[in-house]
């Protein structure tokens, strides 16, 4: 079973900032399956990146993702004040998938 | 638009069953995978298995297997996931959500809550 390792656990940004989400894996990620997905409290996660770095549909462009191998990242190009929420990374490999732990990221 | 509506929150005494449902709408149904996760208060999401809706064939994770059964009914687009023998950490909101591409789920239901409490 792949286990992926989020970091930082918490990210403490301002609105306007760039934020930079890891998750790294402990083999690699067949086909680049590696989604994102935010989840905001008391709501269902959302999925906003696909295939490493594809945006799901609705997604904002601010949002992008990229990596391959062992080791993705998520990119928010400029905070805006609903993109604080928790945020997940997901693999695929036949025939399990994971999440990594999260990643809170959080108003400074 | 593609909705997913999962049924509301049950409370369960240990050793007890539960079984938790899904109704679909706006897309082919037998054409889609659904996924069901589990997030137990304050926790990540936990992945417990898929059921491809063209067939009703089912995968689940190894944690979970024995104890959950993935069915659906094709004449009211609904997917439906059983747990047996609950224990206290079971408690959870649980989801499903459809396959989309590249593996991904898209769109989720909105949680169903399990309470497991003597």
């Known amino acids: 079973e792949i286990v992926l390792t989020q970091s930082p656990g918490t990210l403490s940004l301002s609105p306007g900032e760039r934020a930079t989400l890891s998750c790294r894996a402990s083999q690699s990620v067949s086909n680049n399956y590696l989604a994102w997905y935010q989840q905001k409290p008391g709501q269902a996660p959302r999925l906003l990146i696909y295939g490493a770095s594809s945006r799901a549909t609705g997604i904002p462009d601010r949002f992008s993702g990229s990596g391959s191998g062992t080791d993705f990242t998520l990119t928010i190009s400029r905070l805006e004040p609903e993109d604080f929420a928790v945020y997940y990374c997901?693999?695929?490999?036949?025939?399990?998938?994971?999440f990594g732990q999260g990643t809170n990221l959080e108003i400074k | 638009q593609v909705q997913l509506v999962q049924s509301g929150a049950e409370v369960k005494q240990p050793g007890a069953s539960v079984k938790l449902s899904c109704k679909t709408s706006?897309?082919?149904?037998?054409?889609?995978?659904v996924h069901w996760v589990r997030q137990a208060p304050g926790q990540g999401l936990e992945w417990m298995g898929i059921?491809?809706?063209?067939?009703?064939?089912?995968f689940y994770a190894q944690k979970f297997q024995g104890r959950v059964t993935m069915t659906r009914d094709t004449s009211t687009r609904s997917v439906y996931m059983d747990l047996s023998s609950l224990r206290f950490e079971d408690t959870a909101v649980y989801y499903c959500a459809r396959s989309y591409y590249d593996y991904g789920f898209h769109p989720w239901g909105q949680g169903s809550l399990v309470t497991v409490s003597s």
């Open positions: 997901k693999q695929y490999r036949t025939p399990l998938y994971t």
């Open positions: 706006g897309f082919t149904f037998t054409s889609y995978y």
């Open positions: 059921i491809n809706l063209n067939g009703g064939s089912t």
